[in-house]
């Protein structure tokens, strides 16, 4: 039986994700042949005990006589198999179907007819004679055996076919990941270093102190970032520890007009639950950037993490301009940084954890999403 992997390619030239358009061909294994060496010989021993009952014949003789028979059906069997599964893999299934309709009664024939022929030439037994009156109800039968076995081999290429986008859906899935993080980071890093970096210019002459404790806060979120790069899941409380980090040094930049509050109302041990690294800072940067630094009066921006039953809800909520009225907020509709990260946890966790966005009151805008206390992935469980 055919066994093979699919490979899929990532064009760099264009950075465009792609599905090899080539897919390796069957090929015969070992398991493939010893399961159809087990079916023929199924096959065999039942009909041979169909047929020393039915024709009243010694068991022995009805089974040497399948055995040849259906050991030269196996052999003509895998010539057809390599021009109508292997070569005709990537045909239009009407021409397979075609040239199997010109094969079949070839090969029963044939089939029936080297059968016969050995036993005359090999052993001098004339089994025509005896079997010209149910000649035409053996070749309707060994036409039967081809047709069954055919369908058979078809519908096992057609499983790997299936199995084989699956493996290649997953492998590009997360290499998607990988490049909506990537392009997630090129997003926000290079705008919140020019604002912090302008801050800490600021700061340096009047507070020297002041600025050193923000350099000293921006390398560690720098290194945080990188090193959470090679990582599939972080503790949630590394994640809220570089949004505190990352809070701090807005602060600065948007002076009295941001009351920001991290509040955590879950268990110590929650804190070790693995989340996908950088979950936390798209949301709170949301909020920054379309409901406080929008408004003249600023805001308060809160992340609030809380323990639900067996889950974790966490919740960015700020007191900015809110959502436009005619057009009602969703993750999709907010921006890059919320689409990927909805698009993350849903891929990490199944949909019951994509974000959830609704108009905060009496002003301003909330995201959440839930995930399970033990920190259990739908990718992880496969």
Known sequence: MPSASSPSTLDSSSSVLKADPTPPKPRPTAKGIGLAALCWALYTLLYGL??????????????????????????????????????????????????????APLYAWIGLESYLLLFDAGLGVDLRASLSDRYRWIFFSTLTVYVVQFVVYHLVRNVQ????????????????????????????????????????????????EQA???????????????????????????????????????????????DARVDIDVSENDLDTSVPPMVLQPLVENALRHGIAPSEEGGRVRLRVTSQNDHLR?????????????????????????????????????????LRTAPNEPTGFKVWFSIPRNGTTQTGSH
């Open 314 to 354: 966490i919740q960015v909520d700020d007191t900015g301009v809110g959502p436009d009225l005619e057009d009602p907020p969703s993750a999709h509709s907010e921006g890059m940084g919320l689409a990927n990260t909805s698009d993350r946890l849903e891929y990490a966790y199944g949909p019951d954890a994509t």
């Open 50 to 103: 169909l047929i020393a009952q039915g024709e009243n014949v010694p068991l022995a003789f009805a089974l040497v006589g399948q055995v040849v028979a259906n050991s030269i059906l196996a052999l003509y069997s895998l010539p057809v198999w390599w021009l109508t599964v292997r070569e005709m893999d990537r045909t239009h299934w009407g021409w397979v179907v075609l040239v199997h309709g010109i094969v």
């Open 161 to 208: 076919r299936l199995q084989q986008r699956k493996q290649q859906a997953a492998t590009l899935r997360a290499r998607a990941r990988g490049q909506e993080l990537a392009a997630l980071k090129a997003q926000v890093h290079p705008h919140f270093l020019f604002n912090t970096l302008n801050s800490i210019s600021a700061t340096l002459k009047q507070d020297p």
């Open 212 to 258: 050193r404790g923000m350099i000293a806060k921006l390398a560690a979120m720098m290194r945080y970032a990188l090193d959470s790069s090679d990582r599939e899941a972080v503790p949630i409380r590394e994640e809220i520890d570089f949004v505190r980090q990352y809070l701090a040094l807005e602060r600065h930049r948007f002076s009295d007009r941001l």
